[in-house]
Nanobody, 121 residues
Framework: QVQLVESGGGSVQAGGSLSLSCAAS????????MAWFRQAPGKEREGVTF???????FYANSVKGRFTISRDNAKNTLYLQMTSLKPEDTAMYYC???????????????WGQGTQVTVSS
């Protein structure tokens, strides 16, 4: 089992920056692949950015060039650095993890409780 706890959400003005963290505990072999998702009211959940155990990262086009995902495996922590924030980035942000071999599967992953990010115009 893995427990994921996000932190760092809050309110920021458009153009500003915000950093999120996701601390993992438990069986960290289940955190080989990790990701940030977000869901805005009335919209489907979307994958924002993904990172595997060797640091290979992928970004949704909507955040490419503005967001950076990183991880500190020694601390079992995932990070999301967000810059040049836009009102459309407003959403609940969730971290997720999967073991190697099941990366990004719809089933079997672990999820955090979410942290709210609000960007005002």
């Amino acid at each position: 089992q893995v427990q994921l706890v996000e932190s760092g959400g809050g309110s920021v003005q458009a153009g500003g920056s915000l950093s999120l963290s996701c601390a993992a505990s438990g069986y960290t072999y289940s955190t080989y692949c990790m990701a940030w998702f977000r869901q805005a009211p009335g919209k489907e959940r979307e994958g924002v950015t993904f990172i595997d155990g060797d640091g290979t990262a992928f970004y949704a086009n909507s955040v490419k060039g503005r967001f950076t995902i990183s991880r500190d495996n020694a601390k079992n922590t995932l990070y999301l650095q967000m810059t040049s924030l836009k009102p459309e980035d407003t959403a609940m942000y969730y971290c997720a993890s999967w073991p190697r071999g099941a990366c990004y599967s719809d089933r079997g992953g672990y999820w955090g409780q979410g942290t709210q990010v609000t960007v005002s115009s």
